[in-house]
């Protein structure tokens, strides 16, 4: 399986892997599975340190590799997609995040149920 982590999820990851569902701890840890980290999750924590509503790790991408993950860039086709969204969710990064999962056909895993309107497969978190 290929998922791509929520930012929320990387963070619990990171920080409190209990927080997360068994099924999306074992998927996280399966080492036949495929798991990335969008850079649009590094500039969601970046922008949210700075208004002081997050403190995300030290140095993120140093966390995104001692995690094993890939880290996964935006491409001109993410933006494309994300731009072609219908407006179900406002969030701007979940939305890059939604059209990332399309794209590349990558599982979303995340807390919020609401992302499978998009016609994404979604591993609750």
């Known amino acids: 399986m290929r998922l791509l982590l929520d930012t929320h999820v990387f963070l619990w990851w990171v920080e409190t892997p209990r927080t997360l569902t068994p099924e999306a701890q074992a998927a996280i840890a399966a ?20 208004l002081g509503r997050l403190k995300p790790p030290d140095d993120v991408e140093a966390a995104v ?9 935006i491409a001109f086709a ?13 969030d ?21 149920a609401a992302l499978g309107i998009y016609g994404v497969a979604i591993l609750l978190a």
């Open 78 to 90: 993410h933006a494309a997609r994300a731009g072609t969204l219908p407006r179900h969710h406002g």
């Open 92 to 112: 701007p990064f979940d939305r890059m995040l939604i059209a990332q999962a399309h794209c590349e056909s990558l599982t979303l895993v995340t807390r919020d």
């Open 31 to 50: 080492p036949d599975n495929v798991v990335f980290v969008s850079v649009v999750s590094a500039w969601e924590m970046a922008i949210k340190a700075g």
């Open 65 to 73: 590799d001692r995690g094993g993950f890939m880290k996964l860039g």
